[in-house]
């Protein structure tokens, strides 16, 4: 979808302005709330946020869903880079040294130190995220994936997929299954313009029936004063702006009325213009 006006939020370099390195929405939400979960993320852009999840927090399967097939051939790319970067886990235990020089007393003793720190991290089987440099797989490319006979489905980078879908009128095969997470971070706005009133309740509607009982809807709702910039924009979203009657207020009752239960509200989280609530629904 080539679109000079970022009509759906399709932003390309978003992850340039939001690093997710230090992305605070992951970071306030329960260390285990991804633990054994089938994950959703609507809107996934670039999937920084969706690799993170599969990679380091535990998700046994994570699909990124976005309308704009670009960003999604941009996540498979984050996938790749993110696992050459990748350092060795227990099911990549070979220590191999390349180094042709014989060994001296200073490099034995790194050696050591290196053997050490890896063999503990390997016990941890926990994989250490950014290990090499980004600057490695702009040199060299990027490292093939092994089969994931050999690591299994459920770790990154196996666990991972990504779907080119508007994802309000579309479903994707892995809905089919449900999921115990489900993320929409910065895109309810973007549905609300496109889609109108009925538009975003079909959504919230869509997230309950995908929901597993007792899974959470992880929500970030852009303010009715980030509004003002999207209608300017483009004259469909500022024609169908003035036909919204809900507000970002209203969206806590309609998603009681669905039944969902708000767990917890983190307010304030992220800097400058991105500082915003990031609410906890739970499915009942
Ligand atoms: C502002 S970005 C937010 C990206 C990411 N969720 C985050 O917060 O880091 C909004 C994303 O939602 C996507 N999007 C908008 N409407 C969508 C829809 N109906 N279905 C799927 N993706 C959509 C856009 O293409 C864009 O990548």
Known sequence: ???????????????AKRPVATDERLAVLP???????????????????TCDIAQNRGATFVVGVDIDDSLIQGAWRRRRAIWSMQGPTSGHTELVDTDPSPPTKKR??????????????????????????????HELGPLPIP?????????????????????VTTTIVDDAEGYNVVLALSVSKW?????????????????????????????????????AKARRM?????????????????????LQELGFKLEKC???????????????????
């Not at 089969?147 to 508007?166: C, E, L, M, Q």
């Not at 483009?234 to 309609?254: G, I, Q, V, Y």
């Open 234 to 254: 483009d004259p469909k979203l500022k024609e169908n702006a003035s036909k919204l009657t809900l507000r970002p207020n209203d969206f806590t009752a309609l």
């Open 1 to 15: 979808m080539a679109n000079n006006h970022a009509i759906h939020g399709n932003y390309h370099g978003y992850y």
């Open 108 to 137: 034995k003793k790194n050696d050591t130190q290196d053997k050490d720190e890896e063999a503990a991290h390997v016990a941890s089987a926990t994989p250490l995220s950014g290990y090499f440099p980004a600057s490695c797989e």
């Open 31 to 49: 260390s285990n709330i991804f633990q054994g979960c089938r994950v959703l993320d609507i809107g996934c852009n670039e999937g920084w946020l």
């Open 191 to 227: 549905i609300h313009l496109n889609d109108g009133d009925e538009g975003i309740k079909t959504f919230f509607k869509r997230v309950y029936g995908v929901l597993q009982p007792g899974g959470r809807f992880v929500f970030e709702p852009q303010p009715w004063e980030s509004y």
């Open 147 to 167: 089969p994931s006979t050999r690591r299994g489905k459920t770790v990154f980078p196996h666990n991972i997929a990504f779907r080119t879908a508007d994802w």
């Open 266 to 284: 983190y307010n304030e989280v992220g800097e400058g213009g991105f500082k915003r609530s990031i609410e906890v629904y739970l499915r009942l």
